[in-house]
Each structure stands twice: as structure tokens, then as C-alpha cells.
């Protein structure tokens, strides 16, 4: 099995971490997780045929899992996928991909390129086989199991958000939170787990700096408390994602972060840190994951 971690960012536009998309690959069929700014672009990037990706995941509808959806999908029609992919996600999936396409927002890009035979062919790729979900088990083939759970992320009265664990027949597990705050559940959904793959969207420093400044967040997980998830979880490998940009050497990705942390602290310094404070608690293989890290389990 190859787990490709294609974006590893969070909502700031960064040049350096695209938007959570994590592609699992096992005996040749692809699984999507997320798909954030980028996703496409580094699937090629990573010589995978976004048109052979029939399988996609959905955490929840923040648009850094999910802006990048219409991109590949549309790109994958005009490319002429053959295949209608399938998309599992939470409650207000159906909702998102019904605004999308024919109909929806891209509808007049649909129809202009109608107008040529060659696009008229595939149009059923167009109408994804959308399974919209409770936690339990959310997929299944002859190669996979994919389970999910609710995570504690957004209010789950406006949009549930799910952590997603994916086994294979022949025994390689896999777990990704999503985003979420610490939780029960996806310790429990990822016990014994071969490869963790966890958010990690601040460090200590600008965790204890937002709380001061109100600066409004959805919950998320600190690299203390991930350390304590993957020792709990007994994860045999942990990769920590979606970072909040704090490492960032950009001037305007600088200015954008000053808002959520101070200035002059932000830097690559701060993976250091966010190291070390996971590494206090979790003795396992731990990496801080960066845009088209593969790992081979
Ligand atoms: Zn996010
Ligand atoms: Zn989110």
C-alpha cells in the first residue's frame, strides 16, 4: 500500500502546503481522502491519472477539504474519464455536489463544451454516485473496508465531520482524522492502527496566543494532546498534517498568519517544536508531514 500525502495545509493560501488531499493506493486502485486546494494538480505531479481515481472520501465541507472537488472532476470529463466516481462523505455532501455541475454553478462551462461531440460521450461522469453517510462502515470492495466516526470539529447541528479509517483484506490499516479536537472516538476507530495520520493545525505558542485574542476557531488538536492520541490509539506510525501555515517563510502568507499568531514567532522553527511536543508523549515513528510525502506500509 502507498499513502501519498498530497496537501498538508489548512485555510490560509500557502505556496508550500496545499489543501488536505491524502490518495491511498493499494494493488493498484486509488482512494481519495480530501480534496483540498491542489489535489489534482499533485496527483499528476505524482504521476497518478486523476481519471483513474474512481473512489473519494469526504471528512467534512470545510472548504480546504473540498474546494479542489470540482477541479478534478471536471478536469477528469474533459480528460474523458470513463468511470462515475463514487463520493462518501457526511450529511450536506448530497447538497454540495448538487450545486456543482449541470445546474449548478460550473453549468454554463458544462453546456459551452456540449457543444463538441467528444464532451457529449461522458456525460454520466458529471453525476458522481454521492453516499452520504452515518459512522459505521461507509464503504466497502473487494480490496477495502472504510469506516468512519464523528469527529469534534464543526458544531454537528451545521455540518458533522468524519474521521475515516481504511483496512485492507490482507491486513494494512490506515487512520485520518479529519479535522477534529482531541476524541474518544477517533482514538477508539483507530486502535492498533498501522499508520496514523492526525491534524495538527497549531503549536502550543499560537494555540495559547488565539485563545487571548478571540481570533475564532473550530476546535483542532495540539501537538501535546496528539502525542497522548497516538500513544493511546498504540498507532504503529503517526504522520501529523494540516498545519496552520506556522512554518511559513512567505511575506503574505506571513501577514495572513499574524492574525493567528505573533508575527515574529512564525517560522520553520516551529516544526521543532510541534516535533518535540508530540515526541514527549508518542515513542513510535512520528513525521511531520510536508505536500507529496509517501509513506509504503
Ligand atoms: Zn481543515
Ligand atoms: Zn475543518
Known amino acids: 500500500m502507498r499513502v501519498l500525502i498530497l496537501g498538508t495545509g489548512a ?26 486546494v491542489g489535489t489534482t494538480r499533485q496527483m ?78 461522458n456525460t454520466h461522469v458529471l453525476r458522481p454516485d454521492v453516499r452520504q453517510c452515518e459512522p459505521g462502515v461507509v464503504f466497502e470492495d473487494d480490496l477495502v473496508k472504510v469506516t468512519a ?60 496566543f488565539r485563545k487571548k485574542a478571540n481570533v475564532g476557531t473550530w476546535s483542532h488538536t495540539s501537538p501535546t494532546a496528539l502525542g497522548e492520541i497516538a500513544k493511546k490509539a498504540n498507532a504503529k506510525k503517526l504522520v501529523a498534517t494540516h498545519f496552520g501555515s506556522y512554518d511559513t517563510t512567505n511575506p503574505v502568507v506571513r501577514k495572513i498568519m499574524g492574525v493567528h499568531m505573533p508575527i515574529d514567532i512564525i517560522g520553520p522553527e516551529r516544526l521543532d517544536e510541534v516535533a518535540a511536543d508530540i515526541a514527549a508523549t508518542y515513542k513510535g515513528d512520528m513525521r511531520l508531514a510536508h505536500d507529496l510525502m509517501r509513506i509504503d506500509l
Open 149 to 208: 466516526c464523528y469527529v469534534e470539529h464543526i458544531p454537528r447541528e451545521i455540518s458533522p465531520c468524519f474521521g475515516l479509517r481504511l483496512d485492507t483484506h490482507d491486513g494494512k490499516s490506515v487512520s485520518f482524522s479529519g479535522d477534529t479536537a482531541p476524541c474518544e472516538r477517533f482514538i477508539e476507530l483507530s486502535k492498533d492502527v498501522d499508520l496514523m495520520i492526525h491534524e495538527c493545525t497549531f503549536p502550543e505558542s499560537a494555540i495559547a
Open 44 to 121: 499528476i505531479r505524482a504521476h497518478v491519472d486523476p481519471t483513474e481515481v474512481d473512489n473519494i472520501f469526504l471528512s467534512h465541507l470545510h472548504y480546504d477539504h473540498i474546494v479542489d472537488f470540482p477541479y478534478f472532476l471536471l478536469t477528469s470529463w474533459i480528460c474523458d474519464r470513463e468511470n462515475t466516481p463514487v463520493v462518501v462523505g457526511p450529511e450536506g455532501t448530497q447538497e454540495f455536489i448538487d450545486h456543482l455541475f449541470e445546474g449548478g454553478a460550473f453549468a454554463k462551462d458544462i453546456e459551452a463544451r456540449l457543444q463538441f461531440p467528444r464532451r457529449q460521450g
Open 11 to 36: 485555510a490560509a493560501p500557502d505556496p508550500e502546503r496545499g489543501g488536505s488531499g491524502i490518495l491511498i493506493t493499494h494493488e493498484g486502485r486509488h482512494y481519495l481522502f480530501d480534496c483540498g
